[in-house]
């Protein structure tokens, strides 16, 4: 089937620094890539719509200036988290399109 | 606002039936309805898809009323690696358009 996958799986780093996520298809091209966002003992939020090729749209209450996301490919998006804070700290999943396959997800933990 | 409503948790025991009815009272015309599956520090998993009536894999079944406002997953046997959150969603199967997640149900199997 599909795969997703994400790198890194997980990252520590301090605040004020800026942090990249990578999402990639690895059998078949994405047109379109989902970002989610989980905090603990919540739901998968989303929070932008990437599409290869144009600006990615984002959901309200959520800063397109602070989760860059480029989709320069069909088979890679990705997210930066730009000066990020303690309260970034996240769960961050990717998806691509086609049923939705989602990757395995990257735990970033800001100090 | 999540397009479905599930209940919050469930228990069941070790080779049990577990049924998670899911309530999608908006779904349009061309929504199917996907279940996904989800351990902690992981990305959600595609269990199965449905349009209407009874759908039926390897791993469950889904049970779709003619006027598709609900449905059920249905899960057979299920054993204590089955202990995970369970996400209803609507949306196109294409999965060109955004999934929003609901509150899930959290399916707890004790032996």
């Known amino acids: 089937g599909a795969v997703v996958s994400q790198h890194p799986s997980w990252v520590i780093c301090k605040s004020g620094t800026s942090v990249k996520i990578e999402c990639r298809s690895l059998?078949?091209?994405?047109?379109?890539m989902f970002w989610y966002r989980q905090f603990p003992k919540q739901s998968l939020m989303l929070m932008a719509t990437?599409?290869?090729?144009?600006?990615?749209?984002?959901e309200q209450g959520v800063e397109k200036d602070k989760f860059l996301i480029n989709h320069a490919s069909l088979t890679l998006s990705t997210l930066t988290v730009t000066s990020a804070h303690p309260e970034d700290s996240s769960f961050y999943i990717c998806?691509?399109?086609?049923?939705?396959?989602f990757g395995p997800g990257t735990r970033l933990t800001v100090l | 606002l999540a397009k479905t409503t599930q209940p919050i948790s469930m228990d069941s025991y070790e080779g049990q039936e577990v049924n998670i009815t899911c309530s999608h009272n908006?779904?349009?015309?061309?929504?199917?309805i996907t279940w996904y599956q989800q351990f902690p520090s992981q990305g959600p998993r595609f269990i199965i898809q449905?349009?209407?009536t009874k759908v039926t894999n390897e791993v469950a079944s889904l049970f779709i009323p003619a006027d598709r406002k609900s449905s059920t997953l249905s899960l057979p046997r299920v054993s204590l690696s089955d202990t995970a959150v369970y996400y209803c969603?609507?949306?196109?199967?294409?999965?060109?358009?955004?999934?929003?997640f609901g509150q899930g149900t959290t399916l707890q199997v004790k032996p």
């Open positions: 908006n779904i349009a015309t061309n929504d199917y």
């Open positions: 998806s691509a399109s086609a049923i939705q396959f």
């Open positions: 990437s599409n290869e090729g144009s600006k990615a749209t984002y």
């Open positions: 969603l609507v949306g196109d199967n294409m999965g060109t358009g955004k999934l929003i």
């Open positions: 059998d078949f091209q994405a047109t379109t």
């Open positions: 449905g349009y209407k």
